[in-house]
């Protein structure tokens, strides 16, 4: 016991004197370059600007996009499908934990200094890159950390994870947002898993018209439409039975 005390106390006594052993188990990402594979897809693309927007919110670094990777180029963040990753850095590739199973499975793993994120689809990709923003050590001043040993594998445990977004004065969502806060707000469902919204469509139980409206109700619905579509995110619409008689082939005609 007493030379486990003396350990210990003689490990706090060098973290105190020299404060830079205290972080050098963590993997500095500061100044790292985000790359993607020059056919990535919109949604791959949009994992890429989703790590720098949000890492630059937190911590004020803002780490550049190339889909060009040297091997000399650390620290770097390569992400996209499997065989994106192996095309961009088979070595690294070849040494990646086995992928899980499932269209939304992926892998985020630190390899030799470089953060690895492959997903088994575009959209895992999206999903990867979240579960890392929420595992790294960020704070504001350019801290940047991950652990250096960083690995996991893993996938959805339910295929549907989604919310109704609806664009009406209403509780679940707000009738003042922007297309701009529309798009923040699908991204956060998204780095948190959600693979799915529905929509509201113009036509429905809701009022028709509201004083804090940015846009019409269609025009708004096809800008939801669009983001989720680039998120690579699922959507439908939730359309209300408001007509009196459906068994009138006319009336289901004009609603469909």
């Known amino acids: 016991m007493r030379r486990i005390c003396l350990q210990l106390c003689w490990t706090t006594l060098l973290c105190v004197l020299f404060p830079g052993l205290a972080k050098a188990a963590s993997l500095d990402l500061k100044d790292a370059v ?23 919110e937190r911590t ?15 620290p770097a ?16 590739s070849a040494r990646l934990v086995a992928a899980p199973d499932g269209n939304e499975g992926f892998r985020v793993q630190v390899v030799d200094g470089t953060v690895v994120i492959a997903g088994n ?18 704070s504001y001043g350019k801290v940047v950390e991950v652990d250096p040993a960083f690995q996991v594998a893993t996938a959805p445990r339910y295929p549907l994870r989604g919310h109704q977004l609806g664009y009406r004065p209403k509780v679940n969502s707000y009738d003042g947002f922007t297309v701009e806060m529309w798009e923040q707000y699908i ?64 009336v289901v005609e004009s609603a469909l």
């Not at 529905?198 to 439409?225: G, T, Y």
């Open 60 to 74: 004020q670094a803002r780490l550049k996009i190339s889909t060009q990777w040297r091997t000399d180029q650390k």
């Open 34 to 56: 985000i790359v993607a594979s020059p056919s990535a897809s919109v949604t791959v693309r949009k994992a890429a600007e989703t790590l720098t927007d949000e890492i630059f």
């Open 187 to 250: 991204r956060d469902l998204a780095v948190f898993g959600t693979n799915a919204i529905e929509l509201i469509p113009p036509r429905s139980d809701d009022a028709d018209d509201s004083p804090h409206f940015r846009l019409p109700k269609i025009e708004m619905m096809e800008e939801m439409s669009r983001i989720a579509d680039e998120y690579g995110l699922d959507v439908w619409v939730w359309y209300p039975a408001m007509d009196p008689n459906y068994a009138d082939p006319a």
């Open 121 to 138: 689809s575009d959209r895992a990709v999206l999903f990867g890159a979240g579960y890392l923003l929420r595992h790294l050590k960020m």
């Open 77 to 92: 963040i390569l992400l996209g499908t499997s065989a994106q990753i192996a095309e961009l850095a088979g070595n690294l």
